[in-house]
Nanobody
Framework: QVQLVESGGGLVQTGGSLRLSCVAS??????MGWFRQAPGKEREVVAA????????YYADSVKGRFTISGNNAKNTVYLQMNSLEPEDTALYYC??????????????????WGQGTQVTVSS
């Protein structure tokens, strides 16, 4: 059975940092990513890593502030978030894709999801 377990969310002030972690078990994956959903908004991709081609993707809103990293063999992925802003407040989800056919930069290929971890940035 596949499980994704996230950790690391919390409350931080503007300009602060948080590091999210996700461990996946049950199988290996081609890509893993972080998504977020704020109240009243659609879920959006934050950052993703494609193990198969060795590439990473970042949403424009987090470029230069967030860094995704991980270990393919251990099915772990991290999201280091620096210079956090109130607009980053959301429920953050870890996701894993068994197979990526075209793009890994959207939710389509991701077939497994974690429960989410809340990130709140106070102004």
């Amino acid at each position: 059975q596949v499980q994704l377990v996230e950790s690391g969310g919390g409350l931080v002030q503007t300009g602060g940092s948080l590091r999210l972690s996700c461990v996946a078990s049950g199988r290996t994956f081609s890509a893993m990513g972080w998504f977020r959903q704020a109240p009243g908004k659609e879920r959006e991709v934050v950052a993703a890593i494609n193990w198969s081609v060795g590439s990473t993707y970042y949403a424009d809103s987090v470029k230069g502030r967030f860094t995704i990293s991980g270990n393919n063999a251990k099915n772990t992925v991290y999201l280091q978030m620096n210079s956090l802003e109130p607009e980053d407040t959301a429920l953050y989800y870890c996701a894993a894709a068994t197979y990526v056919r075209l793009s890994y930069c959207w939710s389509g290929p991701y077939d497994y999801w974690g429960q989410g971890t809340q990130v709140t940035v106070s102004s």
